[in-house]
């Protein structure tokens, strides 16, 4: 079955490291996103990216950075990572014209 | 930007009884109201969605209503069972902020035996 793919499912690291979350995708989806998810908060939009050529901040872009290599891969950096950015990071895919998201399977990140 | 608050974060009911989550909406051009349900571990699924062009919908035992001049929409389980325990997303979005969705922060339904 056409899914959304994210790796790693988890990982754990220390202030201050560079960090790479990649979602990948086969449902032919034009746009993808991604988003934090912590304790009673709900899920926040850190990008979004319509195509290879387009992308947009969300609502908490601060200290991320995302790279659309291809129509089927989406990924999301943290250049320095800090203990606040340990959350439930989902990556999620809509059709073009669509609203519904379809989401991947979550990385849990720890920064220790 | 749009802001999506949600009540209540907790909701405690008893099997067969009905639950009622509601959502209020700021942006008035956002015309897309989905509900999300994220069980333990696991990733948020669509259970149903509206949009504003539709004051009521339905599937079965769920049934999302929208109040547009109020701006807010409601998500109506009735006869509640064990497996409906999981935490309910509602979420807005409208074209303007390329569909992406602003999500409510989560309410928690618990369905006893």
């Known amino acids: 079955d056409a899914d959304v793919t994210q790796t790693p499912r988890n990982r754990i690291t220390k202030t201050g490291k560079r960090i790479m979350l990649e979602c990948s995708q086969t449902?032919?989806?034009?746009?993808m996103y991604w988003y934090r998810q912590d304790p009673g908060l709900g899920l926040r939009l850190i990008y979004y990216s319509f195509d290879v050529k387009d992308i947009n901040k969300g609502e908490i872009s601060d200290g991320y950075s995302v790279s659309r290599q291809a129509q089927a891969k989406f990924s999301l950096s943290l250049e320095s990572a800090i203990p606040n950015q340990t959350a439930l990071y989902f990556c999620a895919t809509a059709g073009q014209g669509a609203e519904k998201l379809f989401f991947g399977s979550g990385t849990q990140l720890s920064v220790l | 930007g749009e802001n999506v608050e949600q009540h209540p974060s907790t909701l405690s009911v008893q099997e067969g009884d009905s639950a009622v989550i509601k959502c209020t909406y700021s942006d008035s051009a956002s015309n897309y109201f989905p509900w999300y349900k994220q069980e333990l571990g696991k990733r948020p699924q669509l259970i149903i969605d509206?949009?504003?062009?539709?004051g009521e919908k339905k599937d079965q035992r769920i049934a999302v209503t929208l109040n547009k001049t109020a701006k807010h929409f409601s998500l109506h389980i009735t006869e509640t069972q064990p497996e409906d325990s999981a935490v309910y997303f509602c979420?807005?979005?409208?074209?303007?902020?390329?569909?992406?969705?602003?999500f409510g922060k989560g309410t928690s339904l618990l369905v006893t035996p």
């Open positions: 979420a807005a979005s409208s074209r303007g902020s390329g569909y992406a969705l602003n």
């Open positions: 449902k032919g989806h034009d746009r």
């Open positions: 509206i949009r504003s062009n539709v």
